[in-house]
């Protein structure tokens, strides 16, 4: 697997998780990462995304101010700290690798998606 996304749980609403995207072949070298998800019924959307050097980040309105998308390139590894969940952000997240180096939130600018991983967030 290339990119695998991990650390998807069950918690509590105000609750806290943190995921991580492993990068086992490097293909997020010179790359921007994002994160996306996908609730049940509904299409994938953008959450995140974090450029190449991590000197730009976006993120959905949705979710500002309450998660964190942070990359560390020695470890091929980028992480999206989530804060006050609430029951709307469950869904499957999955990471992907763009094409550039600058981020972005259109699904057709990424290449590489990984296997998702569930959040669920019970009321």
């Known amino acids: 697997v290339q990119l695998q996304a991990y650390g998807g749980g069950f918690v509590q609403a105000g609750g806290s998780l943190r995921l991580s995207c492993a990068d086992s072949k490097r293909t997020s070298s010179n790359n921007a990462v994002g994160w996306f998800r996908q609730a049940p019924g509904k299409e994938r959307e953008f959450v995140a995304a974090i450029s190449w050097k991590s000197i730009t980040t976006d993120y959905a309105d949705s979710v500002k101010d309450r998660f964190t998308i942070s990359r560390d390139v020695a470890k091929n590894t980028v992480y999206l700290q989530m804060n006050s969940l609430k029951p709307e952000d469950t869904a499957i997240y999955y990471c992907?690798?763009?094409?550039?180096?600058?981020?972005?939130?259109?699904?057709?600018?990424?290449?590489?998606w990984g296997q998702g991983t569930q959040v669920t967030v019970s009321s």
């Open positions: 992907a690798v763009a094409y550039g180096p600058s981020v972005a939130k259109s699904m057709d600018r990424y290449r590489y």
